[in-house]
């Protein structure tokens, strides 16, 4: 499914741009239009957003900086004299003058990436050196003093609430150091994409909220969502989900919990947490460029919501993602501490 839901998205983006060039020749008119598309969200996959290409500039990451940023180009496009240059001078009332804090878990947090191939992941022959792999890694973390450990999504890739085995040897090892894992759970109702805590032989349990449009979730009327889990997915249902956002009290602060493709959607930052845990397993795209993409998009919400990701990943890189602040700012801060 994965081609075609690509294919997909591109053809509906192609109509829009399209559109976008055919209803008006002027570049005003065109620029509103191009300001709109961030408001369409095909299948539920919201990944074109004009913000990503103001991180890291001094100007604001949000939707006025990208709607004065449009104006300025529009009014250079359609202004003939040199006077057109003066547009620029608007760009001003665009720059970012607000600092954003990074906030931390006050304690050693060790976040764990693997590079396990997609291939492998579910394949029964590779589950027992996966399983061996992670409590190797919970033993090493505990070796060199930390105090939580983060693995990816699907860290364990079976049913985990139906493993006693597993979760009695995590909730042991949970005396020693917290872990945070991502798996499955299996209901009578259906099945979920989750993330556990296991902290001082107690287990806590986040289902994810959002679900990857063509992923885990056909987001299609029901008798063509039927056809194509019938067709591709062997008869599956789809996953099912939380009702919103769930949080963890970790080390005596309420952390937000998210799974890969929900930690690029605002529904998670509601009530703009402080601190968020993102699982992701992105060895279904590699190679391309969505890990970095996605590792913009967290930039972006880490921005917008002033919270601190801490993002554990199988197929690319992961790691601790703090508020973006304009280089323009950081300079005048320095300057202005120096002379202090």
């Known amino acids: 499914m994965i081609p075609l839901g690509i294919i997909g998205v591109m053809f509906i983006y192609g109509l829009l741009f399209w559109f976008c060039g055919v209803w008006s020749p002027h570049p005003v008119a065109k620029a509103i239009m191009l300001f709109g598309l961030v408001f369409i969200s095909p299948f539920g996959f919201n990944w074109f957003d004009w913000r990503l290409f103001l991180l890291d500039t001094p100007l604001r990451v949000d939707m006025i900086g990208v709607g004065i940023c449009m104006i300025v180009i529009a009014l250079f496009l359609s202004t003939k004299k040199k006077a057109r240059w003066g547009v620029f001078l608007l ?15 006050p304690k050693s947090v060790q976040i764990i990436n693997t590079n396990v191939p997609q291939s492998q992941k579910w394949n029964p022959e590779f589950l027992n050196p996966q399983i061996d792999t992670i409590f190797h890694t919970i033993e090493s973390a505990i070796l060199q003093g930390d105090s939580l450990v983060i693995l990816p999504e699907s860290a364990f890739p079976l049913y985990l609430n139906h493993n006693t085995i597993l979760r009695e040897k995590l909730l042991a ?34 289902h994810k909220v959002i679900l990857v449009p063509f992923g885990e979730q056909v987001p299609l009327p029901k008798f063509l969502r039927d056809l194509i889990n019938k067709i591709f997915y062997g008869g599956a249902s789809d996953f099912l989900t939380a009702k919103s956002g769930q949080n963890f009290e970790i080390f005596g602060l309420h952390v ?37 993409l996605q590792r913009r998009l967290l930039r972006l919400y880490a921005t917008m919501y002033e919270t601190t990701i801490y993002h ?19 300079y005048f801060n320095k300057a202005l501490n120096s002379s202090i």
């Open 312 to 330: 554990s990943v199988n197929g690319s890189s992961g790691g601790i993602i703090i508020p973006h602040n304009s280089p323009l700012l950081s």
């Open 173 to 206: 090892f949970s005396h020693s150091i917290g872990i945070i894992t991502g798996s499955l759970t299996h209901t009578s109702e259906g099945i979920y994409n989750s993330s556990y805590f296991f902290h001082k032989g107690e287990e806590k349990v986040a």
């Open 256 to 292: 937000r919990s998210a799974i890969c493709f929900e930690a690029t959607r605002k529904e998670l930052y509601a009530n703009t947490p402080k601190i968020m845990i993102a699982l992701s397993n992105n060895a279904w795209f590699t190679p391309s460029i969505e890990p970095f």
């Open 91 to 105: 760009l001003i009332f665009a720059l970012e003058i607000d600092h954003k804090e990074a906030n931390y878990l």
